[in-house]
């Protein structure tokens, strides 16, 4: 049976959105995930699109992140919301292997087609059901900028919740207390069955942890071990032979291990179909941001990990981060652009590749052509203008000016001294003209 995935989403007056319909194209490798990235500045939707792909099976119906761009007007900077409006929003999904998910706003609120969600609805259904083997496919939702802080346990116990309580909320995914809970659990049944000689048992336990454990060390080059604590009852993470609590971890290392450990808790205590194993479930991934508390070193790392790690998962990924886009072979790069007020998709997506440079990446998929500072590259402006007018044989070129000008740029860096050195030689064959340093 072919993966459950989203072919594409279409919504009407949502958000920055007069209307969107992006379609997401199959992966090309068949043994990696499949990745959708989606790129554009500060407020083209992107995470709008985020929480309207995760919609279907955010059940937290209080929270109603999704409103039509044109239920709101701003007086003396006061939001009126304008419920009697005649509003046409809508949001509709197409999955490969279920009905398609419709739902419309009426009178203040969405409205679900419950005929056509009824494949998402019996999801959840099975989801919150522990004792029954029969899961296929999942929905989870995390946000960079929520992470695990110090929490502590009262003792070895089974967690109660629901594997999917808020694992499609962005911003409530992420539980601490059920995180520390399991590593607890999952660590304790590896010593209790190495005590009654079951070594299989627990390499079965141990192989749960040594996932993230090698996951977060591939990403930032050092050794990655969950310490089981007795007093008090807990687990301390272990950074090449360093011991150190949740509290202690330096925020980029503590984001991916509480979004990363919180995915693998979750995946691990839900019952899936056949006993599938862990890596090689079918599941829908919504990452916001994720490389905000992260070094560019740990940016270019992450993606190709998870990319790795999840083969049969299809994610999509917001990012403003030109080292995320520019890790992974084969993921769609989706580009969102502001056209007449609204956001609109800026062509075809197109497939990475992490043979491109960042100069290529940035100019074009964040369409950012400068390379140097403001202030540096106003003067490269002005030092093309008016080289332009020495070409053009103008005597009106104040050429001291010139020099000075020359003089600032070049002592900037090695780099700008190379370029501007280049320049002025062109000049110098083409007019006969010196503008050397040496000449000023």
């Known amino acids: 049976m072919d993966n459950f995935r989203i072919e594409s989403l279409e919504i009407n007056e949502i958000g920055p959105f007069k209307y969107l319909k992006i379609d997401f194209p199959v992966k090309i490798d068949p043994d990696k995930a499949e990745i959708h990235i989606l790129t554009g500045e500060n407020g083209t939707g992107k995470s709008t699109v985020l929480e309207a792909l995760i919609y279907?099976?955010?059940?937290?119906?209080?929270?109603?992140?999704?409103?039509?761009?044109?239920?709101?007007?701003?007086?003396?900077?006061?939001?009126?919301?304008?419920?009697?409006?005649?509003?046409?929003?809508?949001?509709?999904?197409?999955?490969?292997?279920?009905?398609?998910?419709?739902?419309?706003?009426?009178?203040?609120?969405?409205?679900?087609?419950?005929?056509?969600?009824?494949?998402?609805?019996?999801?959840?259904?099975?989801?919150?059901?522990?004792?029954?083997?029969?899961?296929?496919?999942?929905?989870?939702?995390?946000?960079?900028?929520?992470?695990?802080?110090?929490?502590?346990?009262?003792?070895?116990?089974e967690i109660e919740e629901s594997p999917i309580a808020n694992a499609h909320n962005f911003h409530l995914s992420i539980s601490p207390q059920n995180l520390i809970q399991w590593l607890v659990n999952i660590q304790t049944r590896e010593l209790i069955a190495k005590g009654k000689g079951d070594n299989q048992k627990a390499k079965q336990y141990r192989s749960t942890i040594e996932i993230i454990e090698n996951a977060l060390g591939e990403i930032i080059e050092s050794e990655v071990k969950f310490d089981l604590e007795e007093?008090?009852?807990?687990?301390?993470?272990?950074v090449d032979g360093q011991s150190l609590n949740f509290d202690q971890?330096?925020?980029?290392?503590?984001?991916?291990?509480?979004?990363?450990?919180?995915l693998l808790m979750r995946m691990d205590r839900l019952k899936w179909v056949n006993n599938t194993p862990v890596l090689e479930r079918n599941f829908i991934l919504l990452l916001?941001?994720?490389?905000?508390?992260?070094?560019?070193?740990?940016?270019?790392?992450?993606?190709?990990?998870?990319?790795?790690?999840?083969?049969?998962?299809?994610?999509f990924i917001s990012t403003h981060s030109p080292f995320v886009v520019g890790s992974v072979d084969g993921a769609w790069v989706h580009r969102f652009v502001k056209k007449d007020g609204y956001s609109v998709l800026a062509g075809e997506p197109i497939l990475s590749e992490d043979a491109k440079s960042y100069d290529y990446i940035l100019e074009e998929i964040f369409g950012i052509k400068e390379r140097f500072g403001v202030e540096v590259e106003r003067k490269l402006s002005e030092f093309q203008q008016l080289k332009k007018e020495i070409l053009k044989g103008s005597e009106t070129v104040d050429t001291a000016y010139f020099r000075k000008l020359i003089?600032?740029?070049a002592g900037q860096s090695v780099e700008l001294e190379s370029?501007?050195?280049?320049?002025?030689?062109?000049?110098k064959r083409l007019t006969n003209q010196d503008f050397s340093l040496t000449e000023a």
């Open 56 to 157: 279907p099976v955010n059940s937290d119906i209080t929270r109603q992140f999704i409103y039509p761009e044109n239920m709101y007007n701003v007086q003396n900077g006061i939001v009126n919301k304008l419920w009697n409006q005649k509003i046409d929003s809508r949001i509709q999904i197409k999955f490969s292997t279920v009905n398609s998910f419709s739902a419309y706003w009426s009178e203040g609120k969405w409205m679900i087609d419950h005929l056509r969600a009824y494949a998402i609805l019996e999801y959840l259904n099975k989801a919150n059901r522990l004792n029954i083997n029969e899961l296929n496919i999942a929905f989870f939702a995390y946000s960079g900028y929520r992470k695990a802080e110090k929490t502590g346990i009262t003792g070895i116990q």
């Open 231 to 238: 007093d008090p009852l807990g687990v301390k993470i272990n």
């Open 249 to 262: 971890l330096p925020d980029g290392l503590k984001s991916m291990v509480s979004w990363m450990g919180d």
């Open 288 to 315: 916001d941001e994720i490389e905000v508390h992260l070094h560019p070193a740990w940016q270019r790392k992450i993606l190709p990990v998870v990319q790795k790690l999840f083969k049969n998962a299809q994610i």
């Open 407 to 409: 003089g600032e740029l």
């Open 419 to 427: 370029i501007i050195g280049m320049e002025i030689r062109q000049l």
